[in-house]
Structures are given as structure tokens and as C-alpha cells.
């Protein structure tokens, strides 16, 4: 069986899930919106909050915060609010960003499906990808 990585959804993939459509979509000359924000939108509806989402994404605080800001100046409606304070702080994703989250996969879901044949005779043409020997991969055997 094939090793597993993890996306930064949080889904597990199969190497051989390749090739596979990667989606971006360039909503102007300086906003994009992509896998990185949709996903840091999900974690931070799993998990309350900014700085939560950040470490179960392995991202920083900062490059997370940046992010969202980002999101939230794009679109006329915030995509997520914060609570400062001590007793109810976090962060919440709006009704607008759980659209934006809906709007995407759904491209993205479109996407895969109508390109599913394209994908499959790619995969097909592809060369195997060959384990690279390592003396640490030497020292296991």
C-alpha cells in the first residue's frame, strides 16, 4: 500500500492520488483564493480559533492572522469575526466564509470530476517514481 501524507485539510491522500487538480482562483489583479485560506477557514471553525487553527495547520500565528486579514479585506462581508478577551475569545468563521468554504469545494469538487478522464490517462503516462536509497534507508534493512 502506498504511503499517506496529509493535506492541509486534514484528508488523507494516497501517492497515487496523483495527478489531481489543484484549484486557485484569482478573484483580482491582488486577492487570490486558494487551498492555504480555505483550509485555515475550516481549522478555525474546528477549532475556535485563530492561533489553534495556525498550530493544527503548522502555520504561525502571524502567517494565519495575516490570512485571515487578507480574507476579510477582500469581500464586503467578513469571512471571520474575532472575540478579543480573556473568558470568550477566539475566532468564528461568519455565515459568508462558510459559503466561500461551500463555493470552493464545490469548484473544486466540478473541477476533478469533469477532468477525471484527463487525469486518469495523465497517471497513466506518468513514470514511477523511484525510492531514493539513503544511508538512513540502508540502515533500516
Known amino acids: 500500500m502506498a504511503p499517506i ?10 501517492r497515487d492520488d496523483y495527478p489531481r487538480v489543484t484549484l486557485r482562483l484569482d478573484l483580482s489583479e491582488s486577492a487570490r483564493l486558494g487551498r492555504g485560506k480555505i483550509a485555515l477557514l475550516e481549522a478555525i471553525g474546528r477549532e475556535g480559533s485563530i492561533s489553534a487553527a495556525a498550530r493544527a ?32 475569545a477566539g475566532a468564528q468563521v461568519t455565515v459568508f466564509g462558510e459559503k466561500l468554504v461551500a463555493a470552493y469545494r464545490a469548484i473544486e469538487r466540478r473541477a476533478e470530476r469533469t477532468e477525471a478522464p484527463v487525469l486518469r490517462t495523465l497517471a ?11 544511508r538512513a534507508n540502508r540502515a533500516r534493512r
Open 5 to 14: 501524507k496529509t493535506r492541509p485539510t486534514g484528508r488523507a491522500v494516497a
Open 57 to 88: 495547520l503548522g502555520m504561525s500565528y502571524r502567517r494565519a492572522w495575516l490570512l485571515v486579514d487578507s480574507l476579510n479585506r477582500t469581500f464586503r462581508e467578513p469571512a471571520v469575526e474575532t472575540r478579543p478577551g480573556r473568558a470568550r
Open 124 to 134: 497513466a503516462a506518468l513514470r514511477r517514481e523511484r525510492v531514493r536509497r539513503t
